[in-house]
């Protein structure tokens, strides 16, 4: 049918007008038989969406605004990659905002997307929540990824990061580890926060004394960590990073000094960045399925852009992914990293 209306399409599937404009629209609240129906009368009729005139009788512009703490890196590349697939299914552009570790420039960021977007995904993990809550526009749907801890009633995915790296510790522990040195994310993180915290429950809990290096997430704190590692006269045989970058740079670090992992130490991450599965040895992590996480993001601001605001939490739990580089220890008498090996500064 030439110039077939959003009514005709409603009449031929026996439908209301708003539910053809809700599958229209790529909403999730509507029955698979439902959408079907209504695909296939809009097919037969020929009938295609009138970009222009739904965005201005929905009032929306069909753009979503992301507000990252930064976009270097495969985590941050993965996290909007997995936003991006979701956004793009629907229809929907993406805004892009960074916001570093400044929280002045956060505030900042917020503010260039008032009026330009439909709804918010914002992570900020380093931000105080009173002054973001206090900057986020009034009415605004928002999605929260990872942020600090806060007592309002929003619609939030959070990942279980103690519990994933005291999962990692046990691990390491069952491996025939002992010594067992973590690799921190930056102060003030909560991610990083959250991961010390369960490192030192479960070194506790096995009886173990807790050691902790202060890093930043980037590759470089990784190899500064191994070169101070290697400097002591106290034996480590396992590293364990708050992320997947640290821990990189600490194995590629240790590889050029000449010690063997695993044999030698251990090192794990967290995150699972593709680069994990490719480095040499193969990088044991926990999973955290970044990708997919944005794109559950993405679904959720949906709903609550449509008014369908779930404000409970989703609580992401990584798995654990075993691989080369923390292979069990062959015996208790194996040489760990330090001044066995007759390093140097």
Do not use: W
């Not at 049918?1 to 007008?17: F, G, H, K, L, Q």
């Not at 396992?238 to 992992?261: C, K, T």
């Not at 680069?275 to 609550?304: E, H, Q, Y």
């Amino acid at each position: 049918m030439p110039n077939a209306t959003i009514r005709d399409v409603a009449r031929e599937a026996a439908v209301s007008v708003a539910s053809v404009s809700r599958v229209m629209n790529g909403l999730d609240n509507v029955r698979p038989a439902l959408r079907d129906r209504v695909e296939a009368a809009a097919a037969a009729l020929g009938y295609v969406p009138h970009a222009g005139a739904r965005n201005l009788s929905l009032a929306r512009a069909n753009a979503i605004g992301i507000v990252l703490p930064d976009i270097h890196g495969e985590f941050f590349s993965e996290f909007l990659r997995g936003m991006d697939r979701e956004a793009s299914r629907r229809g929907l552009q993406l805004l892009l905002s960074n916001m570093h570790a400044d929280a002045e420039r956060a505030v900042g960021a917020l503010q260039t997307m008032r009026g330009r977007v439909d709804g918010l995904v914002v992570m900020a993990p380093h931000v105080d929540p009173d002054l973001l809550f206090a900057q986020l526009p009034p009415g605004l749907p928002v999605v929260l990824v990872n942020c600090a801890p806060h007592h309002e009633q929003r619609p939030e995915i959070r990942v279980d990061n103690a519990q994933a790296a005291a999962a990692m510790i046990d691990h390491l522990v069952a491996g025939g580890r002992r010594r067992i040195v973590h690799l921190s994310g930056p102060q003030g993180n909560i991610d990083a926060a959250e991961r010390a915290d369960g490192y030192r429950a479960a070194m506790t809990r096995h009886g173990l004394t807790p050691r902790i290096i202060a890093g930043d997430f980037m590759e470089e704190s990784g190899a500064v960590a191994a070169a101070v590692l290697l400097r002591e006269t106290e034996p480590t045989d396992a590293l364990f990073a708050a992320n997947d970058m640290m821990a990189i740079g600490a194995l590629m670090a240790l590889r050029r000094a000449g010690v063997l992992v695993p044999d030698d130490v251990a090192v794990a991450g967290f995150d699972d960045i593709p680069l994990a599965r490719l480095v040499s040895p193969a990088l044991t992590t926990m999973r955290t399925d970044i990708a997919n996480i944005g794109a559950r993001a993405i679904a959720r601001l949906v709903r609550a852009i449509a008014g369908d605001a779930e404000h409970a939490v989703e609580l992401s739990v990584p798995e654990l992914m075993q691989r080369e580089t923390t292979a069990p220890k062959r015996s208790t008498t194996s040489p760990a990293i330090g001044p066995i090996r007759g390093m140097t500064s």
